[in-house]
Nanobody, 118 residues
Framework: QVQLVESGGGLVQPGGSLRLSCQASGTMLSLSAIGWYRQTPGKERDLVALFTRRGNTNYIDYGDFVKCRFTISRDNAKNAVYLQMNSLKREDTAVYYC?????????WGQGTQVTVSS
């Protein structure tokens, strides 16, 4: 089983930045995918940024709305993945979830709230 713990959410003004962290239990290298999704009330979770391993190649996918504002990164030695969010907009307000995939199963963290407001 994979356990994921997010941190780094909070209140930020429009145009500001936040850095989210996701700490994974065990070795992150065993995961076929790890990254970030977000959800607002009444809507489905949307892809924000995701590392996916296909064969021997790692890919990064971003949600269409990211438009170069967000950057996903990882530190395999620390079993952590990060999301640097810049130029935040009010519409980025959501609960951000870390997701890891292992042996065909998806595992989710508890989420961290990001609120963009003046």
């Amino acid at each position: 089983q994979v356990q994921l713990v997010e941190s780094g959410g909070g209140l930020v003004q429009p145009g500001g930045s936040l850095r989210l962290s996701c700490q994974a239990s065990g070795t992150m290298l065993s995961l076929s995918a790890i990254g970030w999704y977000r959800q607002t009330p009444g809507k489905e979770r949307d892809l924000v940024a995701l590392f996916t391993r296909r064969g021997n190649t790692n890919y990064i996918d971003y949600g269409d709305f990211v438009k170069c504002r967000f950057t996903i990164s990882r530190d395999n030695a620390k079993n952590a993945v990060y999301l640097q969010m810049n130029s935040l907009k009010r519409e980025d307000t959501a609960v951000y979830y870390c997701k890891g995939s292992f042996s065909g199963n998806d595992y989710w963290g508890q989420g961290t709230q990001v609120t963009v407001s003046s």
